[in-house]
């Protein structure tokens, strides 16, 4: 059972102290040291000083930096700039060509529903106006008809 959940009066809890159970510690060995050969003897200088000393040690060859690639003579930044410069006019000018498009467009169907209108409206009044002589078709005077058989005579 749990410590806690075990029938124990107030004071034999307080005395109760659990003490951590201590791990033996491992056997630890150092790892042997393995003497590691350079690749090569390095070569020795010696330096005269300016007042008659010589100074001999080994030549340090510094780590010499990667040549620097040739930058181009305008900047990618610039180019880009000027490239998206060149696309929004080329937007520009396409919206522009494309409302003076869409004015011709509205201002054609406007003239063809004006020409229709004034065709439709001719046809009309000739056929109001228009002289008797040519009028189409069977005229009937209804008041003098006389009607037999479905025919009208008159």
Same mark, same amino acid.
């Given at each position: 059972?749990?410590?806690?959940?075990?029938?124990?009066? !107030?004071?034999?809890r307080a005395?109760?102290?659990?003490?951590?159970?201590?791990?033996?510690?491992?056997?630890?060995?150092?790892?042997? /040291?393995?003497?590691?050969?350079?690749?090569?003897? !390095?070569?020795?200088?010696?330096?005269?000083? !300016?007042?008659?000393?010589?100074?001999?040690?080994?030549?340090?060859?510094?780590?010499?930096?990667? !040549?620097?690639?040739?930058?181009?003579?305008?900047?990618?930044?610039?180019?880009?700039?000027?490239?998206? +410069?060149?696309?929004?006019?080329?937007?520009? +000018? +396409?919206?522009?060509l494309l409302?003076?498009?869409?004015?011709?467009?509205?201002?054609?169907?406007?003239? /063809?529903?004006?020409?229709?209108?004034?065709?439709?409206?001719?046809?009309?009044?000739?056929?109001?106006?228009?002289? +008797?002589?040519?009028?189409?078709?069977?005229?009937?005077?209804?008041?003098?008809?006389?009607?037999?058989?479905?025919h009208f005579?008159?």
């Amino acid at each position: 059972m749990y410590p806690e959940h075990a029938p124990q009066t !107030p004071a034999q809890r307080a005395i109760q102290v659990h003490q951590p159970t201590p791990y033996p510690p491992a056997a630890t060995t150092p790892a042997p /040291l393995v003497p590691v050969q350079p690749d090569g003897v !390095p070569a020795v200088a010696s330096i005269v000083l !300016p007042d008659g000393r010589i100074v001999t040690g080994y030549a340090i060859d510094h780590a010499r930096p990667e !040549p620097l690639a040739v930058k181009p003579a305008v900047s990618r930044a610039a180019v880009n700039v000027a490239l998206g +410069g060149v696309g929004f006019l080329a937007v520009c +000018g +396409g919206l522009l060509l494309l409302t003076s498009f869409i004015a011709a467009l509205t201002a054609f169907i406007t003239q /063809l529903i004006i020409l229709a209108a004034v065709i439709f409206g001719g046809w009309i009044a000739v056929q109001v106006l228009g002289t +008797g002589s040519h009028r189409g078709g069977t005229t009937v005077n209804i008041r003098k008809a006389v009607f037999k058989r479905n025919h009208f005579h008159g």
